[in-house]
């Protein structure tokens, strides 16, 4: 079964960038949720439009209380 939903505004734009598409919006700063495992290895979580979204997910994310560490950073 297929599930659909309708993307806010900040996904379309996240999504968009991520697969390399002209959202119309070029100028708008990516911001992207990393994380480090316990072996140091890094990897993409997820992409956001805004900083406090993506603050928003790495603070959820590290209240989890796994050994990895997140962060966020512009892209």
Sequence with gaps: MIMLRRLRAAEVTA???WVGLDC????ETI???WRQ???GNRYEVARHASRAAAE???AELEARGHKQVY???KR
């Design 37 to 39: 495992d316990d072996n």
């Design 24 to 27: 119309g919006m070029a100028e």
């Design 31 to 33: 911001w992207v949720v």
């Design 15 to 17: 999504w968009g960038a």
């Design 71 to 73: 962060w966020v950073a």
């Design 56 to 58: 928003e997910q790495a």
